[in-house]
């Protein structure tokens, strides 16, 4: 059974910090590109940042650019998420995502985290 749990999401304060963590089962991690999206009110969702499955390869989307740091730990089957400096724009539900392209062709989904930046 695939699992993605996603932990670490809050209230924090402007300009503050969060980790994210995301615990993966059911699939061959090493193996997946893990990526963080969200989804704020309203909006739709969108990518925050990539890590390819050795982790060699980061991308990032520019609004989160300098102050997000996507990270992974195979032997743990866990994908992190460093926040640093928040917004109130980053007030989202962060989603953890595991994709694998052909022949495999999975993408899956955790069940989210609310992050709330509070001024």
């Known amino acids: 059974q695939v699992q993605l749990v996603e932990s670490g999401g809050g209230l924090v304060q402007l300009g503050g910090s969060l980790r994210l963590s995301c615990a993966a089962s059911g699939f061959t991690f090493s193996r997946s590109a893990m990526s963080w999206y969200r989804q704020a009110p309203g909006e739709e969702r969108e990518l925050v940042a990539t890590i390819s499955s050795a982790g060699v390869t980061t991308s990032y989307s520019d609004s989160v650019k300098g102050r997000f740091t996507i990270s992974r730990l195979n032997a743990k089957n866990t994908v992190y998420l460093q926040m640093n400096s928040l917004k109130e724009e980053d007030t989202a539900v962060y989603y953890c995502?595991?994709?694998?392209?052909?022949?495999?062709?999975?993408?899956?989904w955790g069940q989210g985290t609310q992050v709330t930046v509070s001024s």
């Open positions: 995502n595991a994709r694998r392209s052909a022949p495999y062709n999975y993408d899956y």
